[in-house]
């Protein structure tokens, strides 16, 4: 039988295109050669040809599956419906769509307006795709009823999802105790720093201890605006100038004095200036956002198990509700307290009161 080249659109007399089949190997192909023309397996998986047999068009309906073998042909072929083909182009197109998001940085705008809006807002969306998830899993149970192992997937799921829980809450505790010790630690530095200054002679000594309680009180206005970005820098600005103020009038006249408070006053100095340092980084220092991606969608996958009960006809209200409440509250108490900047759970800074109160004390 002769062969004729056919090109990559062009099929045999009698073999519709409309009609897709899939060919599977039932053993190795001579490069790709098909009874039916010639064909190369790229162009068989790009648009595969429908088989006759016995001069009938075969129906490509996803219900018939029997395998037709070619005459002199090693290619198996199992009929499918046209539908498939455009359910695997549409998945294509979804992927390449998904891509170019991220590729563009859709994923760092998603966490820009995280940040953003409020946390009650961001409650309030959570518990929306929670409950979402819950109809999903309900309506689903209805459609599919024989999944047998859902119930032990919900298990297993919960499970997960209370082992991110505590893994979660145990690395923001860290975080916020370390934000805690931090406060108590600059206050002495500064502290100390002020009362070594009274080894240094006037005017450096009174220059530095008013320069100090500005410093202060800058330090405090800053926490409070923390979440105000432009007046954040602006004062943490303001409190760099001031240390690089005390540095120039340490470096002014501490070669005039003896060796111990040469060392005593450039070494407190410096942990003022260090910990300044550690606190920014420990205020920038959270959680990461891929943390709180697999929490969610331990949360929404839970839901949707929760939610598939092919036994009951009708929808748990108190129960969906409960459920949501409860894991919306723990996920914002973890993220309360991982944010220094936004929510109810702040760092103390009492310690800077206190010291700023014992300044006025000592001129």
């Known amino acids: 039988m002769a062969h004729s080249r056919a090109t990559s659109n062009a099929f045999p007399a009698g073999v519709s295109a409309s009609k897709m089949t899939v060919c599977r190997r039932a053993r190795k192909p001579p490069a790709g050669l098909c009874s039916e023309g010639r064909f190369t397996a790229s162009q068989l998986r790009r648009n595969p040809p429908s088989v006759e047999e016995g001069g009938r068009p075969v129906?490509?309906?996803a219900s018939s599956r029997r395998n037709v073998r070619h005459r002199h042909c090693t290619w198996t072929c199992a009929r499918v419906a046209p539908s498939h083909a455009r359910g695997h182009r549409h998945r294509l197109a979804c992927r390449?769509?998904?891509?170019?998001w991220v590729e563009a940085g859709g994923w760092s705008m998603v966490v820009g307006l995280l940040d953003i809006l409020p946390t009650w807002v961001l409650a309030l969306g959570v518990m929306?795709?929670?409950f979402v998830a819950l109809e999903a899993g309900f309506r689903l149970s209805h459609r599919r009823p024989g999944l047998d192992e859902a119930s032990a997937l919900q298990a297993s799921v919960l499970g997960l999802v209370a082992l991110l829980l505590s893994f979660s809450f145990s690395m923001a505790e860290e975080r916020f105790s370390q934000r805690r010790d931090l406060v108590v630690k600059e206050a002495n530095a500064i502290g100390t720093l002020y009362l070594r200054s009274g080894f240094l002679p006037e005017p450096t000594r009174g220059e530095m201890r008013t320069r100090l309680r500005r410093y202060v009180d800058l330090r405090l206005e800053a926490y409070v605006f923390v979440g105000d970005r432009e007046r954040f820098t602006q004062l943490r600005t303001e409190a760099d100038q001031?240390?690089?103020e005390l540095w120039s009038l340490l470096d002014a006249i501490v070669l005039q004095q003896p060796t111990g408070i040469q060392t005593l006053t450039t070494q407190a100095l410096n942990d003022v200036i260090d910990v300044s340092a550690e606190r920014l980084s420990a205020a920038r220092n959270l959680i990461p956002d891929t943390i709180f991606v697999l929490l969610?969608?331990?949360v929404l996958g839970s839901g949707l198990l929760l939610g598939y009960q092919p036994e009951t006809h009708s929808r748990g209200w108190i129960c969906w509700t409960v459920f949501t409440v409860m894991l919306?509250?723990?996920?914002?108490?973890?993220l309360d307290l991982d944010l220094p900047d936004r929510g109810r759970i702040r760092t103390s800074q009492q310690p800077l009161h206190e010291l700023r109160q014992q300044m006025?004390?000592?001129p």
């Not at 390449?96 to 170019?100: A, E, N, S, Y």
């Open 360 to 362: 006025e004390s000592i």
């Open 296 to 298: 969610l969608i331990g």
């Open 128 to 130: 929306g795709l929670i």
């Open 328 to 334: 919306t509250a723990v996920m914002f108490t973890l």
């Open 59 to 61: 129906p490509a309906t």
């Open 96 to 100: 390449g769509v998904v891509l170019t």
């Open 242 to 244: 001031i240390q690089g």
